[in-house]
């Protein structure tokens, strides 16, 4: 099992009221595995990333990475084995860094020394992993990431957080700041290189139509609680409106994000007679 997570709370205090942003997740990803999580806002989905990442600790409850307890780890401890792309392309990479200096770099992630010497082979190495992006990129190693626009730095964005082979991937809503064009070129490039690394993949998004074609699971979250955990089979066999229905029934679909995304989502074929009905995980105390 890759990542685990063990009764996993967290609150915070906005004024004098006390939010719980986590209630109680338990959670498992296996090798391989790629996990969609949706909810509206405020449901915990990027806390969720944060105590994985060990940006934020839990105040209680366990994260485990490759069976070892991690829970009090602090985010650079976790570096080696865990990738992560952000909403905001700017997060992604250095901006007066040049790309092959980005990708040198994300290639030594979780190694000693910040030495990245840009040997003539290492320089082709970087060429042909850009290059597999179909973006051009391989062309550009020695501009600056600041000169890129804003789907060609999340696409380096993607291929730096898996350069260094984690074993975990985060991806919080990576997709939500670009046009729709480069949004699905991004997500292309995204099941490319998840797939070709069999990454275990967390992909926070909140795209209706993403969650239920992408991945191997989607999740459900709502005030910091999953709902619903989908195995493949069963989410493939819903569409958008199906989710909807599911989202409103828990009373969590009135969020404007989300009603948006599933209004603009494309129109999907019809469920089969009796797919609609989907086994729900049981609530959290």
């Known amino acids: 099992m890759i990542l685990k997570l063990a009764g996993v709370r967290k609150s915070y205090s906005v004024g004098a009221q006390l939010v ?21 806002n405020g449901a915990g989905k990027t806390t969720l990333l944060n105590v994985i990442a060990g940006d934020t600790r839990p105040d209680r409850g366990k994260v485990y990475l490759l069976g070892r307890d991690v829970t009090g780890c602090p985010t650079h401890r976790r570096a080696c084995w865990i990738g992560r792309v952000f909403q905001d392309p700017r997060q992604g990479a250095a901006p007066h860094l040049t790309v092959a200096e980005n990708l040198a770099l994300a290639s030594r992630k979780g190694r000693r020394g910040l030495g990245f010497p840009l040997t003539r082979r290492r320089r082709a190495a970087l060429r042909e992993a850009l290059a597999g992006l179909g973006m051009g990129l391989e062309e550009r190693l020695s501009e600056q990431v600041a000169c890129l626009s804003g789907g060609e730095r999340q696409a380096l964005a993607v291929l730096m957080a898996t350069l260094a082979r984690p074993r975990l991937l985060l991806l919080d809503e990576h997709t939500a700041a670009l046009d729709p064009a480069n949004a699905e070129r991004v997500l292309a490039i995204t099941e490319d290189l998840v797939r070709a690394g069999g990454l275990a993949t967390l992909m926070v998004t909140h795209r209706m139509d993403q969650a239920l074609v992408l991945g191997d699971r989607l ?3 709502h005030q910091g609680r999953i709902l619903l955990d989908l195995p493949s089979a069963e989410k493939r066999a819903l569409a958008v409106e199906d989710l909807v ?18 209004d603009n989502a494309p129109p999907r ?5 009796g797919a609609a009905a989907v086994p729900r995980s049981p609530k959290g105390p």
């Open 245 to 262: 229905r599911l989202f409103r029934q828990e009373g969590c679909a009135e969020d404007e994000l989300l009603l948006s995304s599933a």
């Open 219 to 221: 999740v459900m979250l």
């Open 269 to 273: 074929a019809p469920l089969t007679p």
């Open 20 to 40: 719980s942003a986590l209630a109680g997740v338990d959670f498992a990803l296996a090798q391989g595995e790629f996990v969609t999580v949706i909810g509206s």
